[in-house]
């Protein structure tokens, strides 16, 4: 069988992809995408019109090595399970610049916000042996890293402490906010709508929720819940609207059902709860809750966290009680912001498509020439 050859001369190498990374690349300069697998909320009908290549590290590795590539956006050095593919990548493109190829410009964007070695608890020899050669991966990665831009200021923070730095690499901090929605223009949503959106699991805070809603309806009768995603809790969620009339559930739904119930919420509610391997980065639904005008109830382990509450929205601590949340969702409720504030607050550009153009720059000026 014949290797797949790659067209364009950009390239983005992922550990997998989803909806929002195909909708994005349709914003992007044209990158082919090489990707080793696929999210549970990945719409192929997006995929039409990119150049998407499903490799494993080794295949990736030979495409790239016989590419005309110039520029490679690579997953962030701290993702673990990308390193020993990332690293693969490099080690190619260091062997075809010996070979008299061109040196291709690495850039890479992140949003990591915890330190991915300390929760390892009762180590063996075999896992301390791992911790170091991932550690040693992770700074080779990061020592060829040319620009590198992050989404929030904890993720910066936390490159900082775990990572050397360098003189030669750029780097800049653009906050990851998205730039208002057009689809949400002149419309008036429901003010007594409450939305969560995402995977239906114990670290989003779902069961949280669920324990809080009766506090909400009792001191807001009026107030309607819509659950919108799939996960191991769908069960819980549908048997939840079964005995409450005020709750909606849709699993997993088209984009243009989650754009539309977007559209017609005054609150997304995301109170996300770190694992002993996991914390929130971001939250894409936080993300397309403001992009759409919502009022936001969430919990400090996002990186937005700040932002957040600087800007009238709830942000509590993620180990609050059910009472505590639900007073939060009320009091969103009660201020009922109009969703033009909320948009007002946002950047004129997606903050992801403004790091992307960041982190090209025209190649980095065909890197510094």
């Not at 080794?58 to 593919?85: C, D, G, H, Q, Y």
Request: with cysteine; net charge positive.
């Amino acid at each position: 069988m014949a290797m797949t050859r790659m067209k364009l001369r950009r390239a983005r190498l992922y550990e997998s992809i989803r909806t929002a990374h195909l909708e994005r690349a349709h914003q992007l300069a044209p990158a082919a995408i090489l990707y080793r697998g696929r999210r549970y909320d990945f719409d192929a009908d997006l995929a039409h019109g990119l150049e998407l290549i499903e490799a494993g590290p080794l295949k990736a590795a030979v495409i790239l090595a016989r590419s005309r590539l110039t520029a490679l956006e690579i997953n962030e050095p701290l993702m673990l399970s990308s390193l020993p593919a990332t690293a693969i990548a490099l080690l190619a493109l260091a062997v075809r610049r010996l070979l008299g190829g061109k040196r291709v410009l690495v850039v890479s964007y992140a949003i990591g916000n915890t330190d991915p070695y300390a929760h390892r608890r009762n180590p063996t020899w075999k896992s301390t042996l791992r911790k170091k050669i991932e550690r040693g991966l992770a700074a080779m990665v990061w020592k060829r890293v040319d620009r590198m831009a992050f989404g929030t200021a904890a993720a910066r923070e936390t490159y900082r402490a775990l990572l050397p730095s360098s003189t030669r690499r750029k780097e800049v901090v653009i906050p990851a906010l998205p730039a208002a929605c057009s689809c949400q223009h002149g419309v008036v949503g429901d003010r007594h709508r409450v939305l969560f959106l995402g995977d239906l699991s114990e670290r989003k805070g779902f069961p949280l929720l669920l324990a809080a809603w009766p506090a909400v309806r009792r001191e807001n009768p009026t107030a309607r819940l819509t659950i919108i995603g799939k996960g191991a809790l769908a069960q819980e969620a549908q048997a939840s609207a079964a005995a409450d009339r005020t709750i909606d559930v849709v699993i997993d739904p088209p984009r243009d059902e989650i754009h539309r119930q977007l559209r017609r919420a005054q609150v997304l509610v995301l109170p996300s709860q770190s694992t002993p391997i996991w914390r929130e980065q971001v939250g894409l639904p936080i993300v397309e809750g403001l992009a759409h005008g919502c009022s936001i109830v969430t919990t400090t382990e996002t990186g937005l966290a700040s932002w957040l509450a600087g800007h009238r929205h709830s942000v509590l601590a993620p180990g609050c009680s059910a009472v505590e949340l639900a007073e939060a969702i009320r009091h969103q409720l009660d201020m009922a912001t109009p969703r033009s504030q909320v948009t007002a607050t946002l950047p004129e550009q997606d903050g992801r498509l403004a790091a992307d153009s960041w982190l090209f720059e025209t190649d980095a000026v065909a890197i510094a020439k």
